[in-house]
C-alpha cells in the first residue's frame, strides 16, 4: 500500500541515491555533483523551513520518491511562487506514482498559502511534460540550450499552473 506522508530527516539515507540516480544517469536535472546527505538535509531543511510542502512516498516502509515545492526565485516578491520537483526510485517509474506525489503536492502548497506553481522541465522528458499538463498546469515557454549535459545541449519548457 502507498503511503504519502510529509518529510522527516529520517527519509534522507533512502532519498539521496534516488536524487544521485537522476544526476548521473539522466537529464532530468542539470546538476552534475551527486550531494552527500548532509547536504540533502540541508536543501530539505530549508525547503521545509520556508513552509514548503516536501513529501515522501513509501510502500513497504520503504521510501520509493519524493516530491516538493522550493522557491522559485529568493527575492521576496516571488514568496508566494514555487517549483515543483518529483523524484522516484528507479524502480517505482511507470506506476502511477508521480501523479499521485503531484496531486498531493498541488493540494498541500494551496493550503501552505503558494499561488502559483512552475514546472521546470527538460525539454526533451515529453512524460514529465504530459503528466503535468494531466493535472493542470499549461505550456509558458520554451529555452534552447540552455544545460550543457552528458556532451550535448539541452532545452528546457516551463509550465505554470495556478493553485
Not at 508566494?80 to 523524484?87: A, H, N
Not at 498531493?104 to 494551496?110: C, F, T
Not at 498546469?137 to 509550465?159: P, Q, S
Request: aromatic letters at 10%.
Amino acid at each position: 500500500e502507498l503511503v504519502i506522508r510529509h518529510y522527516s530527516p529520517s527519509a534522507i539515507p533512502a532519498v539521496t541515491p534516488i536524487y544521485g540516480h537522476y544526476i548521473r544517469d539522466t537529464v532530468i536535472t542539470f546538476e552534475t555533483q551527486a550531494p552527500d546527505e548532509a547536504e540533502m538535509a540541508a536543501r530539505f531543511a530549508a525547503i521545509a523551513g520556508k513552509g514548503h510542502p516536501l513529501l515522501i512516498a513509501e510502500r513497504e516502509r520503504q521510501v520509493i520518491g519524493y516530491a516538493y515545492a522550493s522557491t522559485y526565485r529568493p527575492r521576496e516578491a516571488y514568496r508566494f511562487t514555487c517549483e515543483d520537483s518529483i523524484y522516484l526510485a528507479p524502480a517505482a517509474v511507470g506506476q502511477g506514482l508521480g501523479g499521485k506525489l503531484l496531486a498531493r503536492l498541488l493540494e498541500d502548497s494551496a493550503k501552505a498559502g503558494l499561488r502559483q506553481m512552475l514546472a521546470v522541465i527538460t525539454a526533451e522528458r515529453a512524460n514529465s511534460i504530459r503528466l503535468h499538463e494531466k493535472h493542470g498546469f499549461r505550456f509558458i515557454g520554451r529555452y534552447e540550450a540552455l544545460g550543457y549535459k552528458f556532451d550535448r545541449w539541452l532545452d528546457i519548457v516551463h509550465l505554470q499552473r495556478a493553485l
